[in-house]
């Protein structure tokens, strides 16, 4: 049988769409790419939650690993993530700080005290502003952040041990030798 | 009952677009506000994905408005508002995507669907007239 452009075509037609059909099915348009991935962390300067420490700021990301966490007494997810947060608590590797997004103070110390408190400090950001400029667009969301203060990864929503495990950890297993 | 009638036409028509733009928000500028108002019907809410900020009553659409007006006043133009908006949020936030390398596809396929089509059908029809000559020459027309 000859093979004719006719013939040909609508099969050509049909695996091109297919593939297109393909990757839309594996694609999650809620995730956007970050624009920060690979670029310094972007200034900022929080008052912390406990007016008595000191404020959280950016520049003082450098050193170590640092896990930033985006999170709220409002926001369900968060509580979600919780309890995978505390354990990493315990991890030596990197600090974790946390940013506590449109919140009240009694909020969130409320969260804390019934929840636990992971977080080696934690920063207010009343406006926004700083969520803002890290381009976060919801609750719970985790920046990497490297020894030289450059983002590294971007999570949003609840961290799980599976992302934790394929994402996460390699990172933190370089830090080693690029330190 | 043509009050009646006028009444029912009036509720009917008199249901505007809704804005989610708060007074307190409004710049006093009346020329920075329609500025501020034409950003933000271009910029995408985060959150709710098919509003844009300018109609989204969600918090962080609100905070980008806030932030659309800060930098008009602070002397941007609106390049740089979209730029600081996108230098956060990628292009995603931007309803009509910029063309470069990575959209070329989407500006370009409807064109070369187009042309594609164009092509198939002259090349269809063209087909026929010369088989229809060649079957029974000239009885159509003829027959007319």
Redesign the interface.
Known sequence: MKLRPATILPLALFAVMGGVLVIGLNHD??V????LLGAPLPAFDLPALDEAQPKIKSASMKGGFTLLNVWGSWCVSCRYEHPLLMSLSKDKRFKLVGIDW?DTKAHADDYLLTNGNPYAAIGTDQ???TV????V??APETFVVDNAGTVRLRVPGPLTPEIWAKDVEPLLKDQGPAS | MSRIIFAIMLMLFSVGVAHAVLPSEMLTNPVQEARARAISSNLRCLVCQNQTIDDSSADLARDLRLIVRERIVAGDSDAQVMEYVVARYGNYVLLKPPFQMDTALLWLLPFAALILALAVTYATLRGRVVTDDADEPNDILKGD
């Open positions: 348009p809620h956007m790419p970050s624009t449109r406006g926004g502003r803002i400029d890290l381009g667009s919801g």
